[in-house]
């Protein structure tokens, strides 16, 4: 019971005091350089493990050795979703960080998107409260 009423709380919170203006504005320049954001990314990509435990899983299952060249395969079942995962969270990025931009320049929408989060986060309690699987 006390998540719930927290978290009315802290939606009727939220929406009440939803801001009209940015608190840190968005700077015109890069707080990193490009490359350290890339390197940064790198390191942190090859460090995880859950990409490499779900290919070993998942990959040689797709592999047909009687089409020959199995290493290419491997290559080319890698790369695949490697490209897709860059193109599509580049696009995310992009369109955040223009997202980012249009609604801090505007108060209104300022207010709307702050407004819309504490309902959303009403709407997780009204939907915590319904449940059956309360905590």
Known sequence: MNLIAYLFWLGIRTFCHAPLQAE????RTCA????????????????NPKSF?????IV??????????????????GIV?????????TSWALLAG???TWITKSPKAMLAFGRIG??????????VAVSDNRP
């Open 24 to 27: 840190n504005p968005p700077a």
């Open 32 to 47: 990193e350089s490009v490359g350290k954001a890339t390197r940064t990314g790198i390191i942190v990509g090859l460090t």
């Open 53 to 57: 435990v779900l290919f070993t899983a």
């Open 60 to 77: 040689p299952q797709f592999i047909n050795q009687a089409a020959g060249n199995v290493p290419l395969q491997f290559l080319l079942l």
């Open 81 to 89: 979703p490697l490209v897709i995962g860059l193109a599509t969270d």
């Open 98 to 100: 223009r997202a980012r």
């Open 118 to 127: 504490g309902l959303s986060i009403i709407g997780v309690g009204v939907s």
